[in-house]
């Protein structure tokens, strides 16, 4: 079955950074896009990022609370994607899912596998 | 960016009750919208996608319905297992949105 597991998480000072780490097993990972979706204690869901496969560039884009401060990035013979988190907020304080996106191609933003959440918490 | 609403925030019912949850987009988003399950803590679970469209495994109780704007969740026959929050997504432009949920209470 499909797996996805963070790690990484944990207690951060503001202004420090944060790596994530998204490892999946169980399917072809090389051909799907992969998003980080994060939730807020007691809030909703909000989209971080997501990177495309490498047939289609590994390119990223991102929310614009997180531009030019997070990093998706993956390693194919790893089987591991990243999110790079710096100059970290405390509004960053959330618990982090990795999301696999349902079908290969450049991207269907449909999340048909999540793993089980690794806390983030942002706080001096 | 699109904004999706979902009102209520809460509803409350009686297993076997059918149960509709609505959502709303700020600007058409065609049929790319899509429905999740949340339980307290844990990972939310995709239900439909493409407005209509069940994912596999999901039961054939949940349905969704609509395009353009508006969306509905329906849920025929509600299940003690189904008590849960209910997010709403669209799939049409980034940034990739979220209602802000709706839970599904036992009445």
């Known amino acids: 079955e499909v797996q996805l597991v963070e790690s990484g998480g944990g207690l951060v000072q503001p202004g420090r950074s944060l790596r994530l780490s998204c490892t999946a097993s169980?399917?072809?990972?090389?051909?799907?896009?992969m998003s980080w979706v994060r939730q807020a204690p007691g809030k909703g869901l909000e989209w971080v990022g997501f990177i495309r496969s490498k047939a289609y560039g590994g390119t990223t884009e991102y929310a614009a609370s997180v531009k030019g401060r997070f990093t998706i990035s993956r390693d194919e013979s790893k089987r591991i994607a990243y999110l790079q988190m710096n100059s970290l907020k405390t509004e960053d304080t959330a618990v982090y899912y990795c999301?696999?996106?349902?079908?290969?191609?450049?991207?269907?933003?449909?999340?048909?596998?999540w793993g089980q959440g690794t806390l983030v918490t942002v706080s001096s | 960016d699109i904004q999706m609403t979902q009102s209520p925030s809460s509803l409350s019912a009686s297993v076997g009750d059918r149960v509709t949850i609505p959502c709303r987009a700020s600007q058409t988003i065609s049929s790319y919208l899509n429905w999740y399950q949340q339980k307290p803590g844990k990972a939310p679970k995709l239900l439909i996608f493409?407005?209509?469209s069940l994912q596999s495994g999901v039961p054939s109780r949940f349905s969704g319905s609509g395009s353009g704007t508006d969306f509905t969740l329906t849920i025929s026959s509600l299940q003690p297992e189904d008590f849960a929050t209910y997010y709403c997504?669209?799939?049409?432009?980034?940034?990739?949105?979220f209602g802000q949920g709706t839970k599904v209470e036992i009445k």
């Open positions: 997504q669209q799939s049409y432009s980034t940034p990739w949105t």
């Open positions: 999301t696999r996106d349902v079908g290969s191609g450049s991207y269907w933003a449909i999340f048909d596998y």
């Open positions: 169980e399917f072809t990972f090389g051909d799907y896009a």
């Open positions: 493409a407005a209509s």
